[in-house]
């Protein structure tokens, strides 16, 4: 079977590879994720997952301003998703990727969301504007 390929635009610059984190509702890093990288939420449908070292998969970011802070911070102690795919990056989310070397992507020709599972293999590489999924 033949990778899938996603064209999109680059947020922040990077290319990394892992296991997708696949969520169908926005993420809130301020009060919906710990300082372990650990999704908190009561709500939310990942409650009790890692985002450490995934790349996450996501329509957009949900809070306040702070949540840029912490995203910052979860990347500052290696407890960040080590990439984002996200429908529709914001400014505060633009501004965490880039201060805490994310590499990120949206703006995609196909749904992320649609196109990734979790668990898949995925591959971003922001020089190409690429995602791969094995």
């Not at 064209?7 to 984190?21: D, F, H, N, P, Q």
């Not at 949540?67 to 400014?91: F, Q, S």
């Not at 995609?108 to 599972?117: N, S, V």
Request: aromatic share 4%.
């Amino acid at each position: 079977m033949r990778p899938k390929i996603i064209k999109g635009r680059v947020i922040s610059k990077g290319t990394v590879s892992g296991e997708a984190l696949l969520s169908e509702d926005a993420i809130s890093f301020s009060g919906g994720v710990d300082l372990d990288g650990v999704i908190v939420e009561n709500q939310h449908p990942l409650k009790g997952q890692s985002l450490t070292g995934k790349i996450l998969v996501f329509p957009a970011l949900k809070g306040s301003a702070a949540g840029m802070w912490m995203l910052y911070r979860l990347a500052l102690k290696g407890k960040a998703p080590i990439g984002l795919v996200v429908r529709e990056a914001d400014a505060i989310l633009t501004a965490a990727a880039i201060f805490g070397e994310i590499p990120t992507m949206d703006h995609f020709d196909q749904d992320p969301l649609t196109c990734i599972k979790n668990g898949d293999a995925v591959r971003v590489d922001t020089a190409k504007g690429t995602i791969t999924v094995e």
